[in-house]
Structure formats: C-alpha cells, structure tokens
C-alpha cells in the first residue's frame, strides 16, 4: 500500500497560502464581525476536517415541500462508494459568502432569507421568464440523484440530490440559436452575507458553463437533498450540480441566468485564474498548484480513492470535448 499523505490546512507550506497583504486586508474586514474566530483558519482557502457541530439548524418545511420530498430516486445514476454521512456533508461546505472556514456557512448561512424566492432567465431567450421557487417545485419533473461531488480542494462526497435537469428549464425560455453560453449568478445582499463585503473580490459569486454543457441531461438544479428541502449552507433553494466539474462550479443561491453570446466571467476564475479554468473538468492528469489532483478524500471516512476522469461520468459528458 503506498503511503499517501493529505496535508491538513496547518501543513500548508507558506508559499501556498494567501499572500500577506491580502492576509492583512482580509484581517481587517474581518474584525468586528462575527466570522472573526471562524474565518481565522480559513483564510489559507484550503481544505482540512473540522469538527462537525452538535446539531444541525432546522430545515424547515413549507406544505408544498411536505407533498414533495423525497422524490423518487432516479436508478440511472449509481454510486460507486456509501453516501456521505449527512451531518458531516451540511456542515463542511464552501459558501464564501458566509464565511472562509468549512464550518463558517452552517451557523452564518441561516441569515439568509429563501422565500420570497424569484429565478430570473433572460438574455438570449424568445420566452424571458421570471420564475418564482414554489412553482418551479409544483411544475417541474423533480427527481433524486445520488452523485459524486469532487471539489478541487481534493476532498470528495456522495450525496442524494433533489431537483431537476436544468435542460428542463431552459426549454422553457426557448434558447436562441445564437446562444452559446449560460452565465448563472448568486444573490447580493452584503449586509446578510458578510463575506460580500470583501471590496476586492468579485461579488456576486457567478459562474457558467457552455450551452451544451447546460444542456446535458446530468446538469442538474438542486432544490433539495437527503430527501427533504436543500438546507441553506448547500445553497437553497436552488444550486446547480454539475458533478463532472470541480465543486467551486456548482453555484449556490442562484437568482439569475442568462444566456449570452460569449464566454462570462467567472467568480473563481476571476479572482485566481491559473487555479480555476472556465472548464474545471475533473481530470486527475492535470496537476493543481495546491492540492493533489489524483487522489481525493472522502469527507466522513477519510477514504483515500482514484480521483476518475470527469469524476467518472465520462460515458455522458466526454463527448462533449
Ligand atoms: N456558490 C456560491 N455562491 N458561493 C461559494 O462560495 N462555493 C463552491 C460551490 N458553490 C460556492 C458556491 C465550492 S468551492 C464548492 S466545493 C461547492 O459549492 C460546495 O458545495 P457544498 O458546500 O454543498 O458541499
């Protein structure tokens, strides 16, 4: 058995974490807020266990979920290691909004209000549509998933996911031909989500994929997740999952999407171009400045696995590139 070693935050080698001034600014915001203590071991942007809180907030159910989840799982989709732990999963997320460190989103994402609740479609569309979270729920063929998540961090989950192909949605605002990229954008309310008020990142979070890629059938809007409506630090009430790219390309809190012309701008991509391509394939051949790209480890056993090409979906994503 090769001895694999994956570093905790603390191993990090001074050259890999964030530089000083940005450390100092990031400080500064920092203080006097409430993520001070949180954040203070996040700041490095890497990934490493924390511990999983006593309890989880509520999830709470509106009539219409109570009717709705779960949804019939789809046997299409079948995993290749045990469903992650859930309380382990709603409590070690990426949410920068609401925090740097794994644990920050679970307390400080439940500031966030979810209902009322609108998804805006527009730009390259015959049909601009606004549509409202509730009957997105009553209307669309919900189903349940269970997927593989890899982040680049070179942690990796399986979770039963709820929701929709997103394919579905965009039939309905009918695409123009000259459409060639879907752009998707998170809320923006910094006085909720502290983390937006860091002046030199590119709020709001917003990411994209190609038309093609919208449309194949394992893009997915998730609504929902371990049978009951999605919990706010994975992004209700709606987030996409896209589970042949790194994790960062799966936006949370979605409130708009646009289909434009043109390649869009990227949160992530943005901010560190050299570490986060548009793309963000999963693809272990394509070694990462910071984390190691071959293996990845699961969250709640700590197993170590093969990390697979387009994280093992190839048969339904290679052909696309
Ligand atoms: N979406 C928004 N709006 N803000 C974020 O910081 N983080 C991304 C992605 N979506 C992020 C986001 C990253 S880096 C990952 S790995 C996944 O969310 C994590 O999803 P999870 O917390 O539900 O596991």
């Not at 100092?24 to 990934?47: D, I, P, Q, S, W």
């Not at 979270?133 to 209307?139: M, N, Y």
């Not at 998540?149 to 579905?168: I, Q």
Request: charged share 25%; aromatic share 12%.
């Amino acid at each position: 058995m090769p001895h694999i070693h994956i570093k905790k935050d603390w191993e990090i080698s001074d050259n890999l974490a964030t530089p000083e001034s940005a450390y100092m600014r990031r400080r500064e915001f920092l203080k006097g807020t409430a993520l001070t203590t949180a954040a203070t071991v996040g700041v490095l942007y890497g990934c490493g266990p924390s511990s999983p809180p006593n309890f989880l907030p509520e999830v709470k159910w509106s009539e219409l979920e109570k009717s709705i989840y779960p949804a019939k799982r789809n046997p299409a989709y079948k995993l290749d290691r045990p469903i992650t732990v859930e309380k382990i999963a709603a409590s070690y997320n990426n949410f920068y909004e609401f925090g740097t460190d794994k644990i920050d989103p679970v307390h400080y994402a439940q500031k966030l209000n979810i209902r009322p609740w609108t998804v805006q479609v527009r730009g390259l569309v015959n049909k601009p549509t606004t549509f409202d979270i509730d009957d997105l729920l009553k209307t669309m063929p919900l189903e349940e998933r269970v997927l593989r998540l890899r982040c680049v961090e070179a942690w990796a989950m399986a979770v039963p996911w709820t929701g929709f192909a997103f394919r579905e949605l965009l039939k309905q605002v009918e695409p123009k031909p000259e459409a060639t990229h879907v752009r998707l954008e998170t809320f923006y309310q910094p006085f909720t989500a502290q983390g937006q008020l860091a002046f030199w990142e590119p709020w709001p979070y917003v990411e994209g994929l190609t038309i093609k890629e919208a449309m194949n059938e394992l893009a997915f809007l998730a609504t929902g997740i371990y049978g009951h409506p999605l919990p706010k630090q994975h992004g209700a009430p709606i987030r996409l999952v896209v589970p042949w790219k790194y994790g960062f390309k799966n936006i949370k809190s979605i409130v708009k999407i646009e289909l434009v012309n043109y390649r869009p701008a990227t949160f992530w991509n943005t901010l560190q171009g050299l570490e986060y391509d548009f793309t963000a394939n999963v693809d272990p051949r394509i070694p990462h400045p910071r984390w190691p790209q071959t293996q990845e480890k699961m969250i709640d056993t700590g197993d170590i696995r093969p990390t697979l090409p387009y994280n093992g979906y190839g048969d339904l994503v290679a052909h696309l590139y």
